[in-house]
């Protein structure tokens, strides 16, 4: 089995075991969104994609986030709203993304959303077409960025004016905060640490 298959395999089985926490949108006071968490694999080991919005849309402008968004009332499952997200913002068809399974559900706190991660194999080279209204440009951070994270209790991030408490990730110019950031918090605690060790032989 080559390095490729090893991650693949591994991310699976890790993801298999684990128990997703499930948010509950009471009363109406949430809105229900997906997201894809799509990971990029090769014999280097393994990137996270990730968009960075534009400010033409309606929330969460010059963010760095996942592509994602409302559950459909159609939408016949969350794994279904998150590859027709994907493929509307970055033009990734849904036959080539692997799904390897769900993380904890999270809730935004710019926005009312109970937020639902589900992490995908994408191919390593593909020619993506971006939506210029929601997408500025695509990030593939290599995991080695969330090996540490400003602690949760000292993180601060200040967005449109108010200061939030949330762990941050920085790379490339960008800060990774709120949602995505403990989407990616998650990630390594359920499947990213046991991976860096993959890819570094250990």
Request: some cysteine; proline content about 5%.
């Amino acid at each position: 089995m080559g390095k490729t298959e090893s991650l693949k395999h591994m991310i699976k089985e890790l993801l298999d075991k684990a128990q997703p926490r499930e948010v509950e949108a009471q009363g109406g006071q949430y809105r229900h969104a997906a997201v894809l968490v799509p990971l990029v694999l090769d014999e280097k080991g393994c990137k996270i994609l990730f968009t960075k919005r534009t400010h033409k849309v309606d929330q969460h402008k010059g963010q760095i986030s996942f592509p994602g968004g409302a559950v459909d009332d159609t939408d016949p499952s969350i794994e279904h709203t998150a590859l027709r997200e994907a493929e509307e913002e970055v033009g990734l068809s849904p036959q080539v993304v692997e799904i390897a399974g769900r993380l904890d559900d999270t809730l935004t706190l710019v926005s009312n959303f109970v937020i639902h991660p589900v992490v995908g194999i994408i191919p390593a080279h593909y020619e993506y077409n971006l939506n210029s209204f929601e997408v500025e440009r695509i990030l593939q951070v290599p995991l080695t960025a969330f090996s540490s994270c400003t602690p949760e209790e000292e993180g601060r991030f200040t967005y449109q004016d108010v200061t939030y408490k949330t762990p941050c990730y920085k790379y490339d110019g960008e800060v990774i905060w709120g949602a995505t950031a403990r989407i990616m918090q998650n990630f390594m605690e359920v499947v990213g640490r046991k991976l860096l060790l993959l890819e570094q032989g250990q």
